[in-house]
């Protein structure tokens, strides 16, 4: 029996986040077209019991979960300074870059492993993390391009920008996400929409106030003279750091009601939210692919969004693009192309069509049948 053994531990942080998210569908997509013959097995740190299990709920047909002696943060160490010990490593596939990285021969010994990198923010943009988050991800990207066998990217934008960094050469393969199999109307949806108080119309963002998602100057474009006076909602935390969406409101002369935070949502809630907004905004500086893009053009929602090279190879066609040069007039920009949007019915139809045709080109299972085929050419 051959195993694929798949570094799952992003699933069981305390805040899973987008590439949490990532590592739960391909793992499960990979489960589901393993070749005959072929096992999945999960890789994670010391964990709780009731972790384990909710590991086999979210992944049923996991055939096995390998199990560290180390917590997280001490495995993170570990890994970052070479200590490796993983018994039969084989194949592996980190869905991040927390990899047991070492010298191994795959031609003669069979050992090969894949690393996932998911943005280059740590190098572009590295004040949007803390100092030991973008040291890490740097120093375990060193590790990478000199131990891994392939680096897997979202999309050919961020293999581009590593290639600025490091020469990985021909290692790259672009293997994009997907919208997550989770996200889907729910029966009771005009009751989700009475309990968030989703008004009739109005703008929808996702994402933190980090300087990197750019929510700062989407609430300021709320006070420009082309504003399409929509209420803004965010999914996400009330505030970043020292700021919080309401000063920031207040700071641009905007009421009260004018920018409402709605917190975490789950899948249901999201997928209700997404679904009744007049336009999806993603005003992001920088992206490694911009998820919640495809994830607007699954419910048929238009989209605007920043001219981050992801995002727009992640778009397509499909969303109205706004530059983000000259930042003093960002928020100006962002305005007139959301009231673009929201004044013409026509047009936003149209995106809608356009956006539901270039989600569909995308899907887990396309993806985990890349994986699969990475390591077979390994």
């Known amino acids: 029996m051959t195993t694929l053994r798949i570094i799952i531990d992003q ?4 805040v899973p986040g987008g590439i949490g998210r990532y590592a739960e569908e391909i ?46 943060r001490e495995l993170s160490a570990a890994w970052q300074h070479g200590f490796t010990r993983l018994p039969g ?4 596939h980190a869905t991040s870059l927390l990899a047991p990285l070492s010298r191994h021969d795959r031609l003669n010994g069979g050992d090969q492993i894949a690393v ?3 943005d280059a923010v740590p190098w572009t943009h590295p004040e949007t993390l803390t100092a030991h988050g973008a040291s890490w991800h740097r120093a375990m990207a060193k590790r990478a391009h000199r131990y891994a066998d392939a680096i897997v990217v979202p999309t050919h934008a961020v293999g581009d920008q590593l290639n600025e960094i490091f020469d990985f050469g021909e290692r790259v393969r672009v293997i994009g996400s997907a919208v997550s199999s989770k996200l889907a109307l729910p029966d009771d949806a005009e009751e989700r929409a009475e309990r968030l108080e989703l008004p009739e119309r109005y703008i929808l963002a996702v994402g933190t106030l980090e300087p990197r998602k750019a929510l700062e100057p989407l609430i300021r474009s709320l ?11 965010i999914v996400g935390p009330a505030g970043w750091g020292d700021v919080d969406v309401a000063a920031v409101a207040a700071d641009a002369g905007l009421a009260p009601d004018r920018v409402r935070p709605l917190g975490h949502l789950d899948d249901a809630d999201l997928s209700v939210a ?11 500086l920088a992206e490694g692919f911009g998820i919640p893009v495809i994830e607007a ?8 969004h920043s001219d981050d090279p992801a995002l727009v190879e992640v778009g397509g066609d499909a969303g109205l693009v706004v530059a983000r040069a000259d930042a003093e007039g960002y928020p100006e920009r962002l305005a007139e192309a959301i009231a673009t949007v929201a004044h013409d019915d026509a047009l936003a139809a149209r995106m809608g069509q356009a956006g539901l045709d270039r989600s569909n080109l995308f899907s887990w299972r396309n993806s985990a049948e890349k994986v699969w085929q990475l390591h077979a050419d390994l």
């Open 27 to 72: 793992t499960r997509a990979l489960i589901e077209t393993a070749p005959d013959g072929v096992a999945v097995q999960g890789i994670v740190s010391s964990s709780t019991d009731a972790q384990y299990a909710m590991l086999e709920q979210k992944l049923p047909g996991l055939d096995s979960v390998y199990k560290t002696a180390l917590a997280r």
């Open 297 to 304: 053009f699954h419910f048929g929602t238009p989209v605007v």
């Open 116 to 118: 996932t990198i998911h």
């Open 11 to 14: 699933i069981l942080a305390p």
């Open 223 to 233: 006070g420009s003279g082309a504003s399409a006076d929509l209420p803004l909602l």
């Open 89 to 92: 490593k084989g194949m592996v």
């Open 274 to 284: 997404l679904d009744r907004a007049t336009v999806f905004v993603m005003p992001s």
